[in-house]
Nanobody
């Protein structure tokens, strides 16, 4: 059974930092891409950041320079370091892993940026 379990969300003040983690298990074949999406209130789910097996990364314009995505293949884990957080970063953050064209999703972890 495939499971992606996110952790690290919570309430943080503007300008603060959080680190999200997502551990995957049960994925039967090699994982090509790992990443994070987010869905804010009343919005669609959008890509935040992704990292390929090669290590190449892709970021949404709104988070460039503030967020860093990384992965540990040995642990089947992807991370998202979020710095200089803004209220508009408030959202449910979903982990994503891609294997042989199949998308696997976590259940999400809530990040709230508020004073």
């Amino acid at each position: 059974q495939v499971q992606l379990v996110e952790s690290g969300g919570g309430l943080v003040q503007p300008g603060g930092s959080l680190r999200l983690s997502c551990a995957g298990s049960g994925i039967p074949f090699a994982i090509s891409a790992m990443g994070w999406y987010r869905q804010g209130p009343g919005k669609q789910r959008d890509l935040v950041a992704s990292i390929a097996n090669s290590g190449s990364t892709n970021y949404a314009d709104s988070v460039k320079g503030r967020f860093t995505v990384s992965r540990d293949n040995a642990k089947t884990t992807v991370y998202l370091q979020m710095n200089s957080l803004k209220p508009e970063d408030t959202a449910l953050y979903y982990c994503n892993m891609v294997s042989l064209g199949m998308n696997y999703w976590g259940k999400g972890t809530l990040v709230t940026v508020s004073s």
